[in-house]
């Protein structure tokens, strides 16, 4: 099991000395709030700058072939090696919010010959994008790592303040 | 008793019906197995792959459909632990229409998760099965019921391939049944997708007509033959199902709790023969009866007594 995840984590490192060595401020240095869907969780502190570093400049490990840098992954090349830089790279310029509205799916479905008809929701671009490459490099991947639960989420979840009484369950619940 | 599988049962019937009621009732069985579903029907594609077992979806059914606040908060991950008789995982009870099982395969980093509820059935079998017509298999492709004429028979219990209807005991001179009902009600019939699909932080779900989900699947498998087995679970399975499911190549179906052996015909066919049967059982349906609630009742005041130690 470690094997892996430590050449993946020294490779990082690696890749990280290397591009801060060579390419000193090369990127936007900001910190994104991505906040537009909070509800269950507060938003996320989203440092871009330490992201484009840990990732040695790779942009397409997170935009895909959009933000300047070709695709990685041999699947997307085949298609996509030159494919150009977007002027919007953001994830939400492409990703949308509500994918199962009848209107999206409308878009999706009856374009004839669309190519890409499995393209995941915001939240779910999030969360695939991030997540994978987390787990893999021991960085942050609880619920409650990158955002907070708010109060509606406590409700949501029957937790924190809302946890049900231990034991009371048992006899039916529903005591909220 | 534990293994005595409910389509064992009902092949058991299948072979006794046969002997009671004899000669000729296969034709019509083959006819009314070809029915195939709604063309339009709507339909759920679950990428096992996907799924980090946060139980995000279990929260959103609890929410959706009013059910009583769980046991333990649904950010509770010690219920992966939890077992019932027999080292069996968690099951859909009449308290939680969808549970998220997690296995540990062999030869596999990670675990993996598995989203459980009712897969609603082209040709459902407990609709079939049902004496008083409780379900509905609506163009939609839910499998309802109307609880109000249910009469806890629990005939659907048995013709479950995938062991799904459950019944309410906390009224136990009139248990009715509880599944799953893809948020038919609130959601599914004005064109929107499951709670459960909505809430999921991966989208581990897509929702959409179950023939363009058919195509996504497998392009999704050719896309990536080295992640996905080649196989969308729930295409073909007993005539196929709403629901369908994709699976990593590290942890096959048959590794992770799915009935692989189920066959392409739909439940029907089983059914209808054990209904050849019927007439003879309706004679000694309120024994038969009697003795399903006193097996139920006595499972609950086992179940009762173990959680009281």
């Not at chain 2, 000694?284 to 009762?304: M, Y």
Request: glycine residues 8%; proline residues 6%.
């Amino acid at each position: 099991m470690g094997m892996k995840k430590r050449r993946l984590l020294g490779l990082t490192l690696i890749a990280v000395m290397v591009s801060s060595w060579i390419l000193p401020g090369s990127a936007l240095a900001e910190v994104f709030e991505l906040d537009s869907m909070k509800n269950l969780y507060e938003g996320v502190s989203f440092d871009h700058d330490m992201h484009i570093e840990v990732t040695g400049d790779d942009c397409a490990v997170c935009h895909h072939h959009t933000a300047g840098t070709a695709p990685a992954e041999p699947l997307c090349v085949t298609c996509h090696a030159n494919s150009p830089e977007k002027d919007d790279p953001r994830c939400s310029s492409c990703h949308v919010k509500d994918v199962f509205a009848a209107e999206n799916m409308r878009k999706v479905w009856d374009t004839p010959r669309l190519y890409h008809r499995g393209k995941p929701s915001l939240k779910a671009a999030y969360h695939q994008g991030c997540l994978g490459c987390h787990e893999q490099n021991d960085a942050p991947v609880g619920c409650t790592d990158c955002h907070a639960m708010t109060e509606a989420g406590e409700k949501f979840y029957h937790t924190g303040t809302c946890a049900p009484e231990p034991k009371s369950a048992d006899q039916g619940g529903g005591h909220h | 008793m534990k293994k005595l599988n409910r389509r064992a049962f009902l092949k058991g019937g299948l072979a006794s019906g046969v002997a009671v009621a004899a000669v000729g009732s296969a034709k019509k069985a083959n006819a009314a197995g070809d029915f195939g579903g709604y063309p339009d029907s709507m339909g759920v594609l679950v990428d096992m792959t996907k799924c980090v077992g946060c139980r995000t979806c279990e929260a959103a059914c609890n929410k959706e459909q009013g059910l009583p606040a769980p046991a333990k908060p649904f950010t509770d991950m010690s219920v992966y632990e939890e077992q019932r008789h027999g080292g069996l995982p968690r099951r859909t009870t009449e308290k939680e229409y969808t549970i998220v099982n997690r296995y540990e395969v062999e030869g596999r980093e990670q675990p993996l998760f598995r989203k459980f509820q009712c897969n609603h059935c082209q040709e459902p079998g407990c609709l079939t099965s049902c004496f008083v017509n409780a379900y509905t298999k609506t163009p939609e492709g839910a499998v309802i019921y109307d609880a109000t004429v249910c009469v806890g028979c629990r005939t659907c219990m048995i013709s479950c391939p995938f062991y799904v209807p459950t019944y309410s005991y906390s009224s136990p001179t009139n248990p009715v049944i509880k599944k799953c009902i893809m948020c038919y009600d609130t959601r599914l019939k004005f064109g929107r997708p499951p709670a459960c699909v909505e809430a999921c932080p991966q989208q581990v779900m897509t929702f959409g007509k179950r023939t363009d989900l058919i195509g996504l699947a497998h392009k999704n498998i050719q896309d990536r033959p080295d992640r996905y087995v080649d196989h969308v679970y729930g295409e073909h399975e007993v005539g196929g199902t709403s629901w369908m499911y994709l699976t990593a190549v590290d942890a096959p179906f048959e590794k992770i709790g799915f009935d692989t052996h189920l066959g392409k015909q739909p439940i029907i066919y089983y059914v209808k023969e054990f209904l050849a049967i019927v007439p003879m059982v309706l004679l000694i349906w309120p024994a038969l009866f009697t003795g399903f609630h006193l097996l139920a009742t006595r499972k609950d005041a086992q179940k009762n007594e173990e959680s009281e130690s």
